[in-house]
Every structure is written in C-alpha cells, then in structure tokens.
C-alpha cells in the first residue's frame, strides 16, 4: 500500500518525536498484479505513439521530396510531383469550425438542461440518449445529410448568402439572387452542409463533457447562491458555469478534434476540389481524411506515401487540440482525483 | 449528519431555559403554481405560430419554412417574457426566458437524433422486410435486379467476424489499462488517462490508415477481416479504456479501504471487490465500445477490401462490413440501391439500438446495487459461511485467529 505518514505527535511537555516510517512491502501477487496493470498501461502508450511513428516512416518520402511547399501547394496530383495539402487542410479546419459553431450553443444548451432543469428521473434517459447519438453510425448521419437535410438546407444558404454575401465567406459564386428560377445547385455540397451533418456528430462529445463537469459543481455553493436569493439562472451563472469553464473549453476543443477527422459523411456529401475555398456556402470543398479515403484504393507506391504524410498532418494536428483539450478538462477535474 | 453528544455538552444545552418555539409559518411558494406557467407558455406558443402564420401568410411575400420557424420562435419569446413579466419581477422573468431557451437546446437535439433515426428507418424498410436481404449476398445481383434478389448476407458475416476479433483484443487490454489508471496515481498515469482521453477523439481514418501502414505495408498481409478488426481495435480502445476509467473511478473509496484494511492484498481487492461492484457499469462501457465500434466505415474502408462474394475466413480474401456496404450502396446512382443501402444503414441503426437497449438493462442500477439473483447468490453464500462457522466452532471451540487470511 502507499507509505503512510504518521502526523508529528505532541508529546505532553511539548517536545515533538519523529514520525514512525511505515513502509509497504507488496506481497508476490500485488506485484505481479501491478507489473500487468503497468504493462498494460506502457503496451496502449506503444500502441498510440505507433501510429505517429509509422504513419511518420511511410510518410517521409513525400514529404522529403515535396519539402515545405507540402503545405503551400494546392493541389493532389503525386504522380507528377505536384502535391500539396494546403487546399484540403483548409478544407478540414473550414468544416470543423463550421461544426462548432454551430454545435456550441446546442451543446452548451444541451448539457445545461440535462444537468440543472431536467427532473431527475428522466435525466438518465436523457443521458443515454446522448450517448445514442454519439454511437449513431457516422454513415447513418452520412445518408441523413445527403438525402435529407441538404434539401431542406439549400434555403438556408441562399437565405445568407443574398442578406450576408457581402461578408467574404458568405459569398457564393455563380449566386442569382434576384432570378426566382435560378438553380440552387451553387449552393449544395458545399462546406456549410458538410458543417451542419458533423455538427450533429459532435454534439454528443461535447455535451457529455461539460455535463460531466457542471455536475461537479459543489452543492454547497449551489445553496448558498440560491440562499442568497439567486434565482436558478442566477445560480448557474454564478456558480455552475465558473466551475464548468474548464469542462465547456474542453469539451468544444474535443468535439473540434472529432469534426476534423470526420470522413464518411464528408465523402458522401461534398464535391472534392483540392484548392482553397474560403466560401463555405459555395459547393466544394475536401478534407484530409476524405482525401485519404477516397484516394488510398487507386494509389500506390510515391501516392500512398503522399497520403500518409496528409495523415500524419491531420494527425498532428488532432493530437494537438485533443491533447490540449484534455489536459483543460483534467485540470478542471482535478478534485475528481481524491477519493471520498 | 450525525450528531455526536458527549456527557459535558449535554448538561450544558439542557441547562439552558427552553427558547419559544415561533408560530408555524406558512410554507413559501418558491415557483409559480404549474397551471400558471404551463398557461405562459401555452400562450406564447400560440402567439408566435400565429404572429409567423400572418407574417408568412398574408402580410409578406417569404416562404422559406426554416425562417418560419426562426420568426415564430423569436416572437414566442417576446410573447413569453412578457406573459412572465406580468406577474414576476425582472430577475424571474430572465430565469424564465432562459430555462425555455437551454430547454429549445435540448429540443433541438433531440428531435435532430429523431429525424436521422425514423428517416433511416422509413427509408430502409422497402427494402428491409424482404427475407432474401439478410440470407443472400450482391454476388448475384445487379445494380437493376428488383429488392427481392440479393442481400447483405455478406456483410453481416463480415461485421461479426470483425467486431468479434476487436472485442476479443479490445476488453482484455481495455480493461487491464483502465485497471492501471485507476491503481497508479503517479505522473505516467496522468499522461496515459490524457493521450486516452486525446485518442478517443482520433480521426477514425487514422486507425485504418495506421493498421495499413503497418499490417499490409509493412508486414505484408493482404486486406482481410483480421486487418480491418485490428483497426477497429485501435479505434475502440480508447473508448473502452475511458468509459471504464469512469466506472472505476465511480466506486466508493470506502469499499477499497475496507477491503485493504481486512488485510486484502491489491489484486483481491480489485479482484473480489472493485470488479464485481463495478460489473453493470463495465458490461456498459464494452456494450458501448461495440456501438461505436459496429457503426464505423472508414477503418474498415481502408484495411478489409471490398467484395460482392461471401467470405466467412477473416484471415484471407476480402471482407465487407455492415458501414461500409451501406456507404458503397448509396453512391450507385440506381433507386434499388440506394434502397439497399439506406435498409444497410437501418439495420446497423437497429442493431445499435438493440445494444443500447441491452446496456441500459444491464447497467440501469448505479454500482453497488444488488439485482435480485445476486442478491439471493450472496444470501446463499452467507448461509453456507454460517454453517462452516458453526461447523468450525463444533470442532474448535476456541477463537480462529491464525488462518483468516
């Protein structure tokens, strides 16, 4: 077991003795047992750090022949040596930015409402309805975008395309805003829509995050806000929403790390086009993941090792905003650590 | 909370003359009575699917149902905040407007998952009742043979073989993983429960793309069944490990300590205390971890090939999942197979449905809580330790101190 520590004792006159060492010494089964755990431990380390490494390996020789301009160019065609990913990386940043901002406010929304007004015996089912929509097949939400939602999504577009087309992003090339028989297809498979569908993927990541840590909010302080007189609001954004903040940065950085990996959806609704295109309303646009899905069956050799190289960017990538997202959350949580 | 009294004190309280009781007091009302507030919003709803209705109908040329739905919510919170403000003060009314606005969040999300899951189902039923569907495979059929010809037969054996070599890699190694985050709280720990935590948010393409690099580029197999599992192992892994951390973390300290303080060693404590307290919430995490694991393509896209043909050998020859066959489907320009893919899609649906289901049984008790048959198989256990006592005390009448351990 963990070395104890005695507390100094007092002694009546007022001298002080020394604390006792106890020490622990496992027996032959505790060790064994801790060795597993640690090997366990080390072997998903290994696994995870694996992948950098290797997708590193096979990546080198792309990068090593493309250099710097691997992220300048935009355009895919490795065959020719003329490849760069930094058309389908904006892509991928476009389309999870999109995603979060629309999935913030819902999430936010979302989590609130389960942990603070929900009655408490429907808040387990509420739960696992989030958890259901986590586990909904990426190609199930895939399919939705693509046959429904899109459809229904188009006006929307061209609702903010012709008031807001001023602002760059919103501008949509090829937009008739004043001809009622215009075709709408200018506005279909673009960026937006592929947004709107992760945004629904995401959701689910988020909330479960900040509702973790709203639920850890001391109820202490939520009485003594409410014997204040705060109402429930006033409760929550004095005492629930400060205690969360971590959780609620977190949470909306590892729902952006998710969005940037989406593929099946991606593939299945936007028409890929590997140069930058910052109008997100407008059709096209591609991302590292689709790239690499819709690419690896037809490639071999130096294409291969160009994918694997887009691979190991978004992979840096994610692992950067994962990483930093869930040392927030750890940080936020640190009281989850002792036990009661 | 326990009140000790010690003899001192006691004398003291009772020593002291005895205090007024004050005149019962009406309990407060802390919130409207319901009716009133189910009237504010009763109301407000009305007035602003009325004031969108004259807006859209009459009195201007828009049309567009999302700004429909955007104008009759904006004025159906003027409305309420006003119905609110008739009978509240200021602070009341912004708790109002602010509890049905997080409540229209949570609305919003879950009649979003409603749409996607009853437009799968309605979409995938045509082609979901025919019997051939599950006992036939695409060898035989074309892109224009009617619903009644071919099946996804194919795909289902390959979803079984996959998902049940990942589970079989996954729960041993998830759970020995989650057993070390919760025994160690050291540095090494802390960034392993961080890149976990970071992993389950890895890009699904990743893990296909890993296990190609090294299972098929490097090591040379071809693209299989195995391939595929293995990368829906690195995919799931992470998820395993977490949901289980969790779980773990969820048990009382003070069964631990107890446990230690009869003299338990670490691993018969987690043995025969943490593991089987924990046992709903563990079968949760693995049901939930094949959720996620089931529904996924794009690992499976890149490592199992795709074929028509049944193959039931995971080790050889390509294979095919559930995902992945719904995702080629639906790109074929024809009605019959789209309806194929979108019947793909609604089965997988069902499937992760099902599994929900299932962990919500199993899981539906917080730690700790006895199910009735457990509950009757620790009463059996206790009945036979008493009578090995009685038995121990027939033939020893003195006090077993030695071999407790």
């Known amino acids: ?340 | 909370m326990t009140l000790l009294q010690f003899p001192g004190t006691t004398r003291q309280v009772n020593a002291q003359p005895p205090v007024p009781s004050p005149p019962p007091q009406p309990r407060r009302r802390r919130r409207l009575p319901r009716r009133d507030a189910m009237f504010d919003l009763t109301g407000a709803v009305i007035a602003g699917v009325s004031v969108a209705l004259l807006l859209f109908g009459r009195l201007a040329p828009f049309s567009a149902p999302f700004g429909f739905v955007v104008v009759a919510y904006a004025v159906f919170l003027l409305a309420y905040a006003l119905l609110v403000s008739l009978h509240d003060d200021a602070t009341a009314v912004k708790d109002a407007v602010i509890t049905v606005v997080l409540s229209s969040a949570a609305l919003v999300a879950f009649s979003a998952l409603l749409l996607v899951v009853g437009f799968t189902l309605w979409r995938g039923w045509h082609a979901l009742v025919h019997l051939n569907f599950y006992t036939h495979d695409m060898s035989q059929a074309g892109p224009l043979s009617p619903l009644s010809a071919g099946g996804v037969a194919h795909a289902l054996v390959g979803t079984l073989w996959t998902i049940g070599i990942a589970l079989v890699l996954t729960v041993p190694l998830g759970l020995v993983a989650a057993i070390y985050l919760d025994q160690t709280r050291s540095r090494p720990s802390r960034v392993v429960r961080s890149v976990v935590e970071a992993m389950t948010a890895l890009p699904t393409i990743l893990a296909g793309l890993f296990v190609y690099a090294t299972w098929i580029l490097t090591f040379g197999f071809e693209k299989s069944g195995l391939a595929a599992a293995l990368a829906l192992s690195v995919m799931m892994l992470p998820y395993i490990i977490r949901t289980s951390d969790l779980v773990l973390r969820l048990i009382p300290g003070n069964l631990r300590e107890a446990s230690a303080a009869l003299g338990a060693p670490r691993w018969r404590t987690m043995w025969h205390v943490v593991l089987p307290t924990a046992r709903s919430g563990l079968a949760t995490a693995v049901i939930l971890g094949t959720a996620r694991g089931i529904g996924e393509a794009s690992p499976v896209l890149l490592t199992a090939g795709f074929t028509t043909y049944m193959n039931a050998d995971p080790l050889r020859g390509p294979m095919v999942s559930l995902p992945l066959e719904a995702f080629k489907l639906v790109q074929s320009p024809e009605p019959n197979m789209v309806a194929r893919g979108f019947a793909c899609a609604a089965f997988l649906l069902l499937v992760v449905l099902t599994l929900f289901v299932i962990a919500r049984i199993v899981g539906g008790h917080g730690p700790g809580h006895l199910t009735r048959r457990s509950a009757s198989r620790i009463a059996r256990a206790s009945k036979r330790d008493i009578e090995r006592f009685a038995r121990a005390g027939a033939d020893r009448p003195s006090i077993v101190t030695e071999d407790t351990a």
Not at chain 1, 203 to 221: H, K, L, T, V, Y
């Open chain 1, 1 to 340: 077991m963990t070395v104890l520590e005695e507390p100094t004792a007092e002694v009546e006159h007022g001298e002080s003795v020394a604390p006792r060492p106890v020490r622990s010494v496992p027996v032959p089964g505790d060790r064994a047992f801790l060795g597993l755990s640690r090997a366990g431990g080390t072997a998903v380390l290994v696994v995870f750090s694996a992948i950098g490494l290797f997708l590193a390996i096979r990546g080198a020789q792309a990068i090593a022949e493309a250099k710097l301009s691997f992220f300048t160019t935009q355009a895919w065609e490795p065959d020719t040596h003329h490849f760069g990913i930094a058309g389908v990386l904006t892509g991928t940043v476009l389309i999870a930015l999109v995603a979060v901002t629309i999935s913030l406010p819902i999430a936010l929304g979302l989590s609130l409402f389960i942990s603070e007004i929900a009655p408490a015996k429907i808040r387990r089912t509420l739960i696992s309805m989030v958890d259901l929509m986590a586990a909904v097949p990426s190609v199930v939400y895939g399919l939705w975008g693509l046959f429904f939602l899109q459809g229904h999504a188009l006006s929307v577009s061209r609702w903010i395309s012709t008031w807001f087309g001023w602002i760059p992003i919103f501008h949509v090339a090829g937009a008739q805003p004043t001809n009622p028989l215009a075709s709408a297809s200018v506005y279909s498979a673009s960026t937006f829509i592929v947004g709107l569908v992760v945004s629904l993927m995401v959701i689910p990541i988020q909330c479960s995050i900040m509702r973790e840590s709203f639920s850890q909010a001391p109820a202490g302080e939520r009485e003594g806000a409410y014997a204040l007189g705060a109402t429930r609001w006033g409760m929550i954004r004095s005492v629930v929403l400060p205690f969360g903040r971590g959780g609620i940065i977190g949470g909306t950085m590892l729902g952006l790390g998710r969005a940037l990996g989406e593929t099946i959806a991606v593939i299945l609704i936007i028409s890929p086009i590997y140069r930058i295109n910052l109008h997100i309303l407008g059709s096209g646009g591609q991302s590292v993941s689709a790239l690499i899905a819709l690419l690896q069956g037809d490639s071999s050799g130096f294409g291969i090792s160009a994918l694997m190289a887009a691979g190991l960017t978004l992979f840096a990538l994610t692992l950067v905003v994962n990483l930093t997202a869930s040392a927030i959350v750890a940080r936020s949580r640190s009281g989850a650590e002792s036990e009661v």
